[in-house]
């Protein structure tokens, strides 16, 4: 059987987003214990084991929040009687009406793929980029196609520039720079006769304006103008689509909120925080 970590290993080798979610502390008579830990991903499904269905369904909420703003979660899940439980500051709490008893604490840790950054040239330039952008957590490719890539940078110094700059713009990167002086980039630029919007996917002179001369100080220009493009004015992957997660529904019988998943109880297209609340509206239903 694969163990959670194996599976996480997967996901991040195919690079879907999950969030990894650990009990770090539990109350019995809750039927989860401290390391039981499990993977959430992106259409709300749970693998692994960190609580009952009522848990279950707030681990699923919270761990969507938490997919979606890129930032760690502590989650607290406790009983409606408020039995005691020690205080975590900054932790979000939630009440579940059909809790059957002991309280929660889950580490919520969402790992998303890392920005792949396309990278043309062999010279000094394009080596500095690829050794920072590795320390940025991109993933640098090189060879191959465009698909896929946050930003692509080329770096050839008057070789194969075109045919590089055109291989992006083709596949949809929405950030292209170009490694050349004012004067030299307009140019070459000129000469692709590139439409107003692909010309204006292409940067050059490349770079945050720095005085940037030698080549760690360009690159450190040109993955900074990258990183606040990623960071302030959402740039993502080439042909990725924004991600859809499942809306909210509220369970008719407890009215606890429900993000529906794959495993979650549902009927007469109602969804229920677990199976006593779904029992419950079917009987009222006959």
């Given at each position: 059987m694969t163990s959670i970590a194996e599976r996480a290993d997967a996901l991040t080798?195919?690079?879907?987003?999950?969030?990894?979610?650990?009990?770090?502390?539990?109350?019995?008579?809750?039927?989860?214990?401290?390391?039981?830990?499990?993977?959430?991903?992106?259409?709300?499904?749970?693998?692994?084991?960190?609580?009952?269905?009522?848990?279950?369904?707030?681990?699923?909420?919270?761990?969507?929040?938490?997919?979606?703003?890129?930032?760690?979660?502590?989650?607290?899940?406790?009983?409606?009687?408020?039995?005691?439980?020690?205080?975590?500051?900054?932790?979000?709490?939630v009440v579940n009406p059909c809790?059957?008893?002991?309280?929660?604490?889950?580490?919520?840790?969402p790992v998303l793929p890392p920005p792949v950054l396309r990278l043309s040239g062999d010279?000094?330039?394009?080596?500095?980029?690829?050794?920072?952008?590795?320390?940025?957590?991109?993933?640098?490719?090189?060879?191959?196609?465009?698909?896929?890539?946050?930003?692509?940078?080329?770096?050839?110094?008057?070789?194969?520039?075109?045919?590089?700059?055109?291989?992006?713009?083709?596949?949809?990167?929405?950030?292209?720079?170009?490694?050349?002086?004012?004067?030299?980039?307009?140019a070459l630029l000129d000469e692709m006769q590139l439409s107003d919007d692909d010309r204006r996917r292409v940067h050059t002179p490349a770079g945050l304006p720095l005085g940037a001369r030698t080549a760690p100080e360009i690159a450190l220009s040109v993955m900074g103008a990258i990183v606040r493009a990623v960071r302030t004015e959402g740039l993502t992957a080439a042909t990725a689509a924004p991600p859809t997660y499942p809306q909210p529904q509220t369970d008719p019988v407890c009215g606890m909120t429900v993000i529906p998943g794959p495993d979650t109880p549902h009927a007469d297209g109602r969804w229920f925080c677990g199976p006593g609340c779904r029992e419950a509206y079917l009987r009222q239903a006959d």
């Open positions: 080798r195919q690079r879907r987003p999950f969030v990894h979610a650990t009990v770090v502390r539990a109350q019995a008579p809750s039927s989860a214990r401290p390391g039981d830990d499990a993977v959430i991903l992106d259409d709300g499904s749970i693998e692994g084991f960190v609580g009952g269905h009522c848990a279950e369904g707030s681990v699923r909420a919270a761990a969507l929040e938490s997919l979606r703003g890129g930032r760690t979660l502590l989650l607290r899940v406790l009983p409606e009687d408020g039995a005691a439980f020690p205080e975590t500051p900054g932790a979000q709490v809790h059957s008893g002991g309280a929660l604490e889950i580490f919520l840790r010279t000094p330039i394009a080596a500095a980029v690829a050794t920072l952008a590795a320390f940025l957590d991109f993933e640098v490719v090189r060879d191959g196609g465009y698909a896929g890539a946050t930003a692509a940078v080329v770096a050839g110094m008057g070789t194969a520039e075109p045919e590089a700059i055109r291989g992006a713009l083709d596949a949809g990167v929405g950030y292209v720079a170009l490694i050349a002086s004012h004067t030299r980039g307009t």
